[in-house]
């Protein structure tokens, strides 16, 4: 993930940068959980599969039937920016 784009992801509410459990690359997480990294050229994003099945946009690939992240080319960035929005909601504890 590239600077610029963590630094955006970075300023989302609740989140903190840290290395990815996977990658040991830079990832964000909310509340203890990992919900976006990177595996260049996508950025995997972890929502749940109820949002996962409401999203009807071509852009956004699934990983597998029963995941909960999604991969979106790192060029589409107000994509990644929206989707990471609904992952902080999604995986946050309360």
Do not use: C, F, Y
């Not at 749940?48 to 960035?77: C, F, H, P, Y």
């Amino acid at each position: 993930m590239n600077a610029a784009l963590l630094d955006e992801l970075s300023d989302l509410p609740g989140v903190e940068a840290a290395p990815s459990q996977w990658t040991k690359e830079p990832a964000i997480w909310i509340d203890g959980r990992e919900i976006v990294h990177a595996h260049e050229p996508w950025i995997e994003i972890r929502l749940t599969r109820k949002l996962i099945n409401t999203i009807e946009d071509d852009r956004v690939l699934r990983r597998a039937r029963t995941s909960d992240w999604v991969m979106v080319d790192q060029g589409e960035r107000d994509l990644i920016r929206e989707l990471a929005t609904q992952a902080v909601a999604a995986n946050r504890t309360l």
